[in-house]
């Protein structure tokens, strides 16, 4: 999780591979309207987003439920948020991208996201509340030292039995 540009889908894709799981991008779910609305430079309010919360919810248990554990690139900027998305989710961790707001918009001004602008990033700066209990990783080091430690914090979870691998 974090804010749009911070690399939750290069990074996602990456630490799903390590961990022999399933990727899910969470903007592959976002209804037709929440997209107009970001693609029009308008930053979502909290009713626009518990539909898609509560659908990104349901396709991380219907996974759980099957046996399968994947990684879920998503925004999730507010604690009650990550509360929607993990509700009745036996085993799920929260693995917290962050970086200075510099860096961030230099990254977001230099891609082309389909429907997320540069202009909103300041939007959620301002909204996101940084997890208490998450596993932070420092987005201004190298991807594949990103991806490392985040797998290897997900991988002693596992020994321990927090977490399932599949």
Known sequence: MGVSGVGKTTLGE????????????????????NVAKMASGVALEDADRWPWLERLNEELWKRERDGRSAV???????????????????????????????????????RRHRYMPAS??????????????AIAVDVSAAPADCVAAAAAALARETSKGDLRSS
Do not use: N
């Not at 799903?16 to 779910?29: H, L, P, Q, V």
């Not at 909103?120 to 209990?133: K, V």
């Open 14 to 33: 990456a630490l799903a591979r390590a961990m022999g799981w399933e990727f899910i991008d969470g903007d592959d779910f976002h209804p037709p309207a």
């Open 72 to 110: 879920l690139a998503c925004s999730a900027l507010k604690e009650s948020y990550r509360r929607r998305l993990t509700a009745r989710l036996r085993a799920a961790r929260i693995v917290y991208l962050h970086g200075g707001f510099d860096l961030i918009h230099r990254r977001l001004s230099e």
């Open 120 to 133: 909103l990033l300041r939007s959620q700066f301002d909204t996101l509340e940084a997890p208490r209990d």
